[in-house]
């Protein structure tokens, strides 16, 4: 078979990042990415970024823990590096805050973050209300700088972008011997995955650059996270809402909980109000299936359904659906090899 032709359907981070593992681990594919939309319009774009990972309930926890160990070693690599800035990587160090002790005291996570420990007296006297407190250090992504390295790497190793919208899979067929997909929500409507469903998040991105550490309200939904440039203060957690503009009730609602967890932010300018849909799902959809149609067949491998928790994991579910596209080209030039037979 000549260089195996792969399309990658989608350009948020998980689509960017899956054919740049793909592009690594397989230097013959001619790998190419077609997306509807691009940064600075994908979800990936709106999302804080933060490595701090959301609980799958379809998948097993050590799997789990492996794509975010993987996520955060890479990260980790370039924060450590010269490429940190124009990547939008850096560590961040804060606060999980609690009323009550969580049940769970020790999250699956916390032996991957740095220097997790339980907060001091010291530090909770900050947060009147809380009671019991984790700090940590991680890192954070600032998303658009972050899509747009990944995407100029992408172009540095051959990769071909287009615009394009895919009404079906099957379209591709005659173009590209396998199919990866990484559509985000719209994965609802391009394969019909009902299980699939949106989780509104709507975001302020505010100038405070005083505000130096994360603060997270391990009950609700509050949280401040710092950036290299901006603060993004959240948020909400809309299930089944497909509206993408802000709501300015909403805005100030969280504008008024992030303060009363840190009342520095009412000196806040510049606030930029943005909303997407987390694509959720009870697990991440890592898998491969065969397409067929009178007797022609495309393989396709999902790598979709990120939900809260996209940016921790991407580079551990890239580098599986790498994986998966290799066991795709592999099967399919042993059956070219037996066709020559
Ligand atoms: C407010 C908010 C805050 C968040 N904060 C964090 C956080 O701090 N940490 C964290 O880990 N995660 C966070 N997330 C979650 C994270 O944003 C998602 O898990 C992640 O962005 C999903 O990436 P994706 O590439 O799958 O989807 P997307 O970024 O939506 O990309 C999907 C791509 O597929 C394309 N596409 C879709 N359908 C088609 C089609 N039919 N044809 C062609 N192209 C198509 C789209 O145009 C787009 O390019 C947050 C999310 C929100 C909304
Ligand atoms: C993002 O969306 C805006 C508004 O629809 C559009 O003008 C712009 O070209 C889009 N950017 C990219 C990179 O697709």
């Not at 959301?54 to 050590?62: A, F, K, V």
């Not at 009363?260 to 694509?279: C, H, N, Q, T, Y």
Request: some cysteine; glycine content about 10%; charged content about 20%.
């Amino acid at each position: 078979m000549a260089a195996p032709k792969v399309a990658v359907v989608g350009a948020g981070v998980i689509g960017l990042s899956t054919a740049l593992c793909i592009a690594e681990t397989c230097p013959s594919c001619s790998v190419t990415v077609l997306s509807e939309q691009s940064s600075p319009n994908t979800t990936s774009d709106v999302a804080a970024g933060m490595l701090i990972p959301h609980t799958y309930p379809g998948t097993p926890i050590h799997v789990q823990k492996q794509w975010f160990k993987e996520t955060f070693a890479y990260l980790f690599a370039i924060s450590n590096s010269a490429e940190a800035s124009e990547a939008g990587i850096h560590l961040v160090s804060g606060w999980q805050v609690f009323k009550n002790t969580p049940k769970e005291e020790l999250p699956f996570w916390s032996d991957v973050v740095l220097g997790f420990r339980p907060m001091s007296k010291a530090e909770l006297q900050k947060f009147p209300q809380h009671r019991f407190g984790q700090a940590f250090t991680t890192l954070k992504c600032d998303c658009p700088p972050y899509l747009l390295w990944l995407e100029k790497r992408l172009k540095a190793t051959g990769v071909q972008m287009y615009t394009r919208k895919v009404a079906d899979l099957w379209e591709l067929h005659s173009e590209y011997n396998v199919v990866v997909n990484c559509a985000g929500i719209g994965a609802r409507q391009l394969v019909g995955d009902e299980k699939l469903f949106p989780i509104r998040g709507q975001v302020l991105k505010v100038h405070a650059p005083w505000v130096k550490n994360f603060i997270r309200d391990g009950d609700g939904l509050t949280y401040i996270y710092p950036g290299i440039h901006r603060v993004t203060l959240g948020g909400t957690r809309e299930k089944e809402s497909w509206s993408l503009s802000p709501d300015a009730g909403t805005t100030k609602d969280i504008f008024d909980r992030c303060c009363a967890l840190e009342p520095s932010l009412r000196g806040a300018r510049d606030i930029e109000v943005k909303v997407g849909l987390r694509p959720s799902r009870q697990c991440v959809r890592l898998q491969r299936e065969v397409l067929s149609q009178g007797g022609v067949q495309l393989p396709v491998v999902h790598n979709y359904g990120h939900g809260a928790g996209g940016f921790s994991v991407h580079r551990g579910t890239a580098k599986e659906a790498a994986r998966l596209v290799g066991e795709c080209i592999a099967a399919l030039q042993g059956s070219s090899s037996r066709a020559k037979l």
